[in-house]
Nanobody
Framework: QVLLVESGGGLVQAGGSLRLSCAASGRTFGLYSMGWFRQNPGKEREFVAVIRWSGDSTRYADSVKGRFTISRGNAKNTVYLQMNSLKPEDTAVYYC??????????????WGQGTQVTVSS
């Protein structure tokens, strides 16, 4: 079992920055990937970014490339999402995700509770 706890959401003006954090606890060993998805009411949850267990392989959604950076903390069970140049369309509930193996979060088995990010224009 893996427990994910997110923090760092909030309200920011367009062009501003926020950093999300996700701490994983429980059975967090072996090969795994962690990352972020986001969702708005009535829409499907969409992939944002992922980092693999080694910490040196990342992928991003095209909509956030060059603006968001995913990284792993010194403790490998912590992941961050630095969000710069935020746009109103980045507004969503952001969910931390965890998946055993190295499949780039194709089918996460664990989710955080979500943290709201609101970008005002």
């Amino acid at each position: 079992q893996v427990l994910l706890v997110e923090s760092g959401g909030g309200l920011v003006q367009a062009g501003g920055s926020l950093r999300l954090s996700c701490a994983a606890s429980g059975r967090t060993f072996g090969l795994y990937s962690m990352g972020w998805f986001r969702q708005n009411p009535g829409k499907e949850r969409e992939f944002v970014a992922v980092i693999r267990w080694s910490g040196d392989s990342t992928r991003y959604a095209d909509s956030v490339k060059g603006r968001f950076t995913i990284s792993r903390g010194n403790a490998k069970n912590t992941v961050y999402l630095q969000m710069n140049s935020l746009k109103p369309e980045d507004t969503a509930v952001y969910y931390c995700a965890f998946e055993f193996g190295s499949n780039w979060l194709a089918n996460p088995g664990y989710w955080g509770q979500g943290t709201q990010v609101t970008v005002s224009s």
